[in-house]
């Protein structure tokens, strides 16, 4: 025989809710809205198990459970109470009236069901069994006088012990939720200072660009007039001793750093838009090698790929980007007492591959993260562009710059770092082949 449970709470919503639970679960249910209703209603189903709200119109369920436990019929049949309450008053008052078992609301429905499975299975006991007579407590200054006997007692306080344990769950886990929330806010938070901080920089960066490109613009003429007395003197001067001849080659390695250093700040400044055109990048290479000095003690070799597919690019950025890949290479070795420059072009995966490697001193992983960054150099020449501006215009092209280096290893960011080399560094330009060009060729 299904055991039959009476529902007794004013929320119509509630009730509901509780009644399809139940009914779920096997239980015949009875509803009843008030206290009054819920004592008539009990004399009249004898349920096996109460399930009662405190706060009720007419009569709230202390009230309702008090007559139950007076009535002879029904004097045995156990309460639980569910109320919003949680102050230890409630709890002496459930004492005083009688009330078996107690869960606070909101309530979990495992918890519920758990609790009415416990009742249920309890032997019933008969009016008076268990008793010792009256217990007299003194809480909050006042006597209570409670008569519910030793089993009750022990349920009802096991039952608020289950309630204390219960939000106590709660609450950590309540707070643990709002430290990961406080994480991710943290999180969120360096995220947007992060973004503030390169808005910053981008806007400094954007006004030294074009206070760059103005000097850049200014100082070319005079630089051009420069250079060209210095190539008339040499012209002239052929018979000059070597202390002169030796003066004249430091001022035209002086120029051509001046001006690399000009051609660096108006193509930061300006961006790079290239004029793509049919090429090859062989010719790039001996273009850019012809106009870069380059010290006798660097011995250059290079491996040049015969039959390689053409580009489609701007030859005179992609010759920029190859005198800046040479002449890093060649500071970079500034300080050997001697050095190798090996420069190789060949196709691989739909690209045209320029790798420059050198024997210098290698790039740390600490300066490998910051390579790209406007303005950064380790170098006591330049003003840290060359890379910026290389990297801004193989981009351009659809390519990708790669760095090898005995020091660096893997790891994400503007540049792409392959294995490991013993010493040296060494940069790989992939620019895409032409689409066009057939495959077997």
């Given amino acids: 025989m299904n055991k039959r449970i009476l529902i007794v709470e004013d929320s119509l919503t509630q009730a509901a809710k509780l009644r399809e639970l139940l009914q779920e679960y096997g239980y015949q249910v009875t509803v009843a809205n008030n206290g009054q209703e819920g004592f008539a209603a009990a004399r009249e189903c004898r349920p096996n198990l109460i399930i009662t709200d405190i706060i009720m119109p007419v009569m709230d369920g202390y009230e309702m459970c008090q007559a139950i436990k007076h009535d002879e019929a029904l004097g045995d049949t156990p309460v639980i109470m569910l109320t919003v309450l949680s102050d230890t008053e409630d709890v002496i008052r459930a004492l005083r009236a009688g009330v078996d078992y107690y869960l606070t609301k909101p309530y979990y429905e495992n918890l519920l069901l758990a609790r009415v499975e416990s009742a249920l299975a309890e032997p019933v006991r008969q009016k008076g069994e268990g008793s010792e007579g009256r217990l007299e407590v003194t809480f909050g200054g006042e006597r209570h006088i409670i008569t519910s006997d030793r089993q009750q007692v022990l349920n009802l306080l096991l039952s608020t012990y289950d309630n204390a344990v219960q939000q106590n769950r709660e609450l950590i886990e309540t707070q643990r939720e709002l430290q990961k929330l406080n994480e991710q806010l943290a999180g969120k938070v360096r995220e947007l200072e992060e973004v503030q901080d390169k808005l910053l920089r981008a806007e400094r960066l954007a006004t030294i660009g074009q206070l760059g490109a ?107 980007v190859f005198i800046n890949m040479i002449s890093n290479a060649v500071q970079a070795m500034s300080n050997e007492e001697e050095g190798k420059l090996e420069i190789t072009t060949r196709a691989e995966d739909g690209f045209v591959v320029t790798e420059f490697k050198d024997t210098g001193c290698g790039i740390s992983e600490r300066n490998t993260k910051r390579l790209f960054e406007p303005f950064f150099t380790t170098k006591t020449k330049g003003i840290g562009l060359g890379l910026v501006v290389s990297k801004r215009i193989v981009e351009a092209h659809g390519g990708s710059i790669e760095l090898e280096s005995p020091s660096t290893g893997p790891r994400a960011g503007p540049v792409e770092v392959m294995g490991e080399m013993e010493r040296g560094a060494a940069f790989r330009v992939k620019l895409p082949i032409l689409i066009s060009w057939p495959s077997n060729s």
């Avoid at 001067?237 to 003066?247: V, Y």
């Avoid at 793509?276 to 040049?304: C, F, G, H, W, Y």
């Fill in 214 to 320: 103005s000097v850049g613009h200014e100082l070319r003429h005079p630089l051009s007039v420069i250079s060209n007395s210095v190539y008339y003197l040499n012209m002239r001067l052929e018979d000059a001793d070597e202390k002169l001849k030796k003066h004249l080659m430091i001022m035209e390695r002086e120029i051509a750093v001046i001006n690399k250093i000009i051609s660096d700040l108006l193509g930061f400044a300006r961006g790079v838009k290239p004029t793509l055109r049919r090429t090859q990048v062989n010719d790039i290479v001996q273009d850019a090698l012809s106009r870069t000095t380059v010290p006798e003690k660097v011995m250059v070799v290079t491996e040049l790929g015969e039959g390689l597919p053409p580009l489609m690019a701007d030859p005179t950025q992609i010759e920029q």
